[in-house]
């Protein structure tokens, strides 16, 4: 069964940490691109991150410098280590190849 699912969400407060993981299973989870998206309730979708399949990455510019998405492809496992939280950075985050594969998200809540 082809799959993302999500972990890691929780609540913080302003300016601390969060590691979200992203497990794949079904596919060649080293063959792809992958994605960290965020949705805001109410509001779309915010692409957040991307790493290739050698390992560079990318990122919206609300994040550089805070957040690090990385991937252990012997582990079939996606991260994005989140640091400095804001109240902005609040959302449910997906993980994706940024086509048809989807994570079922992970709430993450920035609040004092």
């Known amino acids: 069964q082809v799959q993302l699912v999500e972990s890691g969400g929780g609540l913080v407060q302003p300016g601390g940490s969060l590691r979200l993981s992203c497990t794949a299973s079904?596919?060649?989870?080293?063959?792809?691109?992958m994605f960290w998206i965020r949705q805001v309730p109410g509001k779309g979708l915010e692409w957040v991150s991307t790493?290739?399949?050698?390992?560079?990455?990318s990122y919206t510019d609300s994040v550089k410098g805070r957040f690090t998405i990385s991937r252990d492809n012997a582990e079939n496992t996606l991260y994005l280590q989140m640091n400095s939280l804001k109240p902005e950075d609040t959302a449910v985050y997906y993980c994706?190849?940024?086509?048809?594969?989807w994570g079922q998200g992970t709430q993450v809540t920035v609040s004092s």
């Open positions: 790493i290739n399949k050698g390992g560079t990455s």
């Open positions: 994706s190849d940024g086509l048809t594969l």
């Open positions: 079904g596919f060649t989870f080293s063959s792809f691109w």
